[in-house]
């Protein structure tokens, strides 16, 4: 039999934590009073089980269960439906992580195709951070985000992508976003020579993602974002295999609804094949601490059998002022996301977006020469 080994961090009082933790083995897995159960077959090779309970605090408990790999198949969606879909309800548990049998490992994905490396090669970054940016507010037409996205790519920004919040809105339908943002940003790269790319995000039903993969195919684009949360990961998962020359950016949206550690999302993200992961940085709007941003960037980067790496992208509240702080934190191997504050910059946004990438090719400069 295959294991996955599931961690689990569990709130409550001490003398609570075996009863909890057997509790929760049997609801991520059967889902009925193993008493009732007749098939010895079942009791031995579906149940879960309780492997070890670890205080880390008076009152907060690693609990680990094993659960069986049969249970998944090849579906990323059916995998977090077993490690946390009824146990989600309770709010005194987190999902903390999984360790995966390489057998299941390799059903549910083969990695980014693109990933760090190749998200570097296509912008011919060397060995640099990358930068982007993001077209907003919403409720702009699509020849003033095209006159943005012109502006950033005159700076020589690396990726310049869609709002998450940018959709298929009769403001700023889909297809002419993506004609009037592409064309600009072609403008603009036969005048740098850099080659900035283009990062419209996915949206809607599963049909209507696929129909926007047409027409990113069509205007020569090879890099979309897409909200894993939203879309649904198996419907992600799947088109990751389909389309395994387009580069994938996921975004964080809604996951932050769920009582799942931010680090194995990146995880399991990066196993299903995409490219890159957004996050909220440290120290910005949202409350992510150093050492959570840190754990996202290593489960994104660091060595994990053949799986090539992805690239780890701290975001939100981002500004100038931070970027040398930011590359100390995390190295180089990194893309900084900074919309709003060089948005704020108003008709001085090429100025600002220049800036910016001065800021991270001094610091790749500095630490060849350090």
Known sequence: MSWIDVTYHLRGKAADAAARARTIAVEQSIEMPPEAVDDDAILSDV?????????????????RIQLAAATIGADAGQLLNMLFGNSSLHDDLTLADAELPASLQRELGSGPGAGLRGL???????????????????????????????????????????????AQQSFSPFHQRVTACTAAIRRATASTGHPTRYVPSLSGSLDAVRDQLRIIREEGLDTAMV??????????????????????LAHPSLTGAARIAPAFLAKLWRLIGLDAVIFPNHGGRFGYSPETCRQIAAAARAPSGDLAA????????????????VLDFYGDEVMLLIGGNLLAERERLTEASAAFVAQVHHHAGAEIHA
């Open 310 to 325: 992805a690239l780890p992208v701290p975001a939100g509240g981002l500004s100038l002022a931070r970027v040398p702080e």
């Open 120 to 166: 570097r090669a296509r912008v011919k970054a060397g060995a640099r951070a990358l930068t982007a940016s993001a077209l907003k507010p919403q409720g702009l037409p699509p020849a003033e985000l095209a006159k943005l996205a012109h502006a950033f790519a005159l700076g020589g920004i690396d990726y310049v992508k869609d709002d998450h919040g940018l």
């Open 227 to 248: 909200a894993p949360a939203i879309l649904g990961l198996s419907n992600v998962q799947q088109l990751v295999r389909d389309h395994r020359d387009i580069a994938f």
């Open 47 to 63: 149940l879960g089980h309780v492997t070890g309970i670890e205080a880390l605090e008076p009152e907060l408990h690693a609990v």
